[in-house]
């Protein structure tokens, strides 16, 4: 059934799955954590910047994502970047959360705002490009 048409636009009852995304979002933890694990003893190893740290910490976050979302979407049927996005809304908010208890105080500079908007859209391109792998295999 249609909820809303207009024009170019037609928008279809949506079924999300929920249980996928939370499988995606743990995996998307996994990984991440792993992937610093490893990240961490390199620092300790080897002479590293910060600022270095804190681009590699950050794109192992968006590749954490885009990997959940991407094992997301090859157990679904459509949707693939709707579910996606809806992972990397997941994920920021659970680093939110992680990040509050963990400084104990709450500040959403240009950094974090970036970083939100970077995972939301690595689990939709990552969503987008499982869909379209499964249908080839």
Known sequence: TTLF???????????INISSIL???VFSYIVTFILV???????????????LM???VFAIGGLGVFLGAFLLSRTISD?????????????????????????????????????????IGSGMLGG????????RV
């Open 54 to 56: 804190g681009i590699a």
């Open 5 to 15: 048409r207009s024009g170019f636009f037609m928008a279809e009852k949506s079924k």
């Open 79 to 119: 949707k693939g970047m709707l579910h996606g996005g809806i992972l990397g809304v997941i994920y920021c908010v659970i680093l939110l959360i992680l990040s509050f208890f963990i400084n104990m105080e709450f500040t959403m500079g240009k950094g974090m705002i970036i970083n939100i908007f970077s995972y």
């Open 37 to 51: 694990f490893i990240l961490s003893i390199v620092y300790y190893f080897c002479d590293m910047s910060d600022k």
């Open 128 to 135: 987008i490009i499982g869909i379209n792998n499964k249908k």
């Open 23 to 25: 499988k995606g979002v």
